[in-house]
């Protein structure tokens, strides 16, 4: 999975300012594509046959609390959308937990009602920690309250046992850029320790050859690729595309 909906709490971040020069190219070696409404309104062409995990709570912005936010979409929009998933941050342990896990409760009763699933997402607050036990304790809450799938951060210590408590598949998370052979060795453990895929953003559009990263990010999750077999792949599409 794709993930390119940081807009709809970070604006124009890094390599998403021009969402239809820099993210579009890259749609054809995506699986499914994590969005907002008003990026796939605007931009996405309805060409585009593939899942669309739409962002469905928001509110608050970088410059206020993070963890305050409300559903952000109708039931009815979702259907017209034809939407595959509907994403909602959950904040467990932080200031607004219970108002964070309601929006999921009722997005999951709304989407049931439809057969449309629900992507909970273990959201990391500033200040909270990012350890096994944080990461164990919030998928499991997470899937216990109803959603089909979970979206998580792996964490190197013992994330076999993040996944092996949560009754429900996992993807990761991406996370800030990292150089490219470290995010593909990431995403190969996790498949490795039991995610079911991965949903990455930065590491694949902040990377200089997105193209080559996205196709790189494919083979490991596919393919089982080793991450150095993948990171040569990905040098040798990077110089391929550089030659022209
Ligand atoms: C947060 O902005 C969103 O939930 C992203 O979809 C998620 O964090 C995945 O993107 P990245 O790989 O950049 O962390």
């Given at each position: 999975?794709?993930?390119?909906?940081?807009?709809?709490?970070?604006?124009?971040?890094?390599?998403?300012?021009?969402?239809?020069?820099?993210?579009?190219?890259?749609?054809?070696?995506?699986?499914?594509?994590?969005?907002?409404?008003?990026?796939?309104?605007?931009?996405?062409?309805?060409?585009?046959?593939?899942?669309?995990?739409?962002?469905?709570?928001?509110?608050?912005?970088?410059?206020?609390?993070l963890?305050?936010?409300q559903?952000?979409?109708?039931?009815?929009?979702?259907?017209?959308?034809?939407?595959?998933?509907?994403?909602?941050?959950?904040?467990?342990?932080?200031?607004?937990?219970?108002?964070?896990v309601?929006?999921?409760?009722?997005?999951?009763?709304?989407?049931?009602?439809?057969?449309?699933?629900?992507?909970?997402?273990?959201?990391?607050?500033?200040?909270?920690?990012?350890?096994?036990?944080?990461?164990?304790?919030?998928?499991?809450?997470?899937?216990?309250?109803?959603?089909?799938?979970?979206?998580?951060y792996?964490?190197?210590?013992?994330?076999?046992?993040?996944?092996a408590?949560?009754?429900?598949?996992?993807?990761?998370?991406?996370?800030?850029?990292?150089?490219?052979?470290?995010?593909?060795?990431?995403?190969?453990?996790?498949?490795?320790?039991?995610?079911?895929?991965v949903?990455?953003?930065?590491?694949?559009?902040?990377?200089?050859?997105?193209?080559?990263?996205?196709?790189?990010?494919?083979?490991?999750?596919?393919?089982?690729?080793?991450?150095?077999?993948?990171?040569?792949?990905?040098?040798?599409?990077?110089?391929?595309?550089?030659?022209?």
């Amino acid at each position: 999975m794709l993930a390119i909906d940081h807009g709809y709490f970070q604006g124009p971040t890094t390599g998403l300012e021009r969402v239809d020069v820099t993210i579009l190219p890259l749609l054809p070696y995506a699986d499914t594509l994590m969005l907002t409404r008003g990026i796939l309104r605007t931009i996405i062409p309805p060409t585009f046959g593939k899942g669309i995990v739409l962002r469905a709570s928001g509110g608050p912005s970088i410059l206020s609390d993070l963890s305050n936010e409300q559903i952000a979409i109708d039931i009815d929009e979702a259907i017209r959308l034809n939407v595959a998933a509907m994403a909602v941050q959950v904040f467990i342990g932080g200031k607004m937990e219970t108002q964070s896990v309601h929006n999921m409760t009722r997005l999951v009763d709304m989407g049931n009602r439809y057969g449309i699933p629900t992507l909970g997402v273990t959201a990391v607050g500033k200040d909270m920690a990012r350890d096994v036990k944080y990461m164990r304790l919030a998928c499991r809450i997470i899937a216990e309250l109803g959603v089909t799938y979970v979206k998580t951060y792996y964490v190197p210590e013992g994330f076999d046992t993040v996944a092996a408590s949560c009754p429900v598949p996992i993807v990761i998370a991406g996370g800030k850029k990292l150089p490219e052979l470290e995010a593909l060795t990431m995403a190969f453990n996790a498949i490795q320790e039991g995610a079911a895929g991965v949903d990455m953003g930065r590491n694949i559009f902040q990377s200089d050859s997105p193209i080559a990263m996205i196709q790189a990010v494919r083979k490991v999750v596919h393919e089982k690729e080793k991450p150095k077999a993948a990171y040569d792949f990905f040098l040798t599409e990077k110089n391929r595309a550089k030659k022209g």
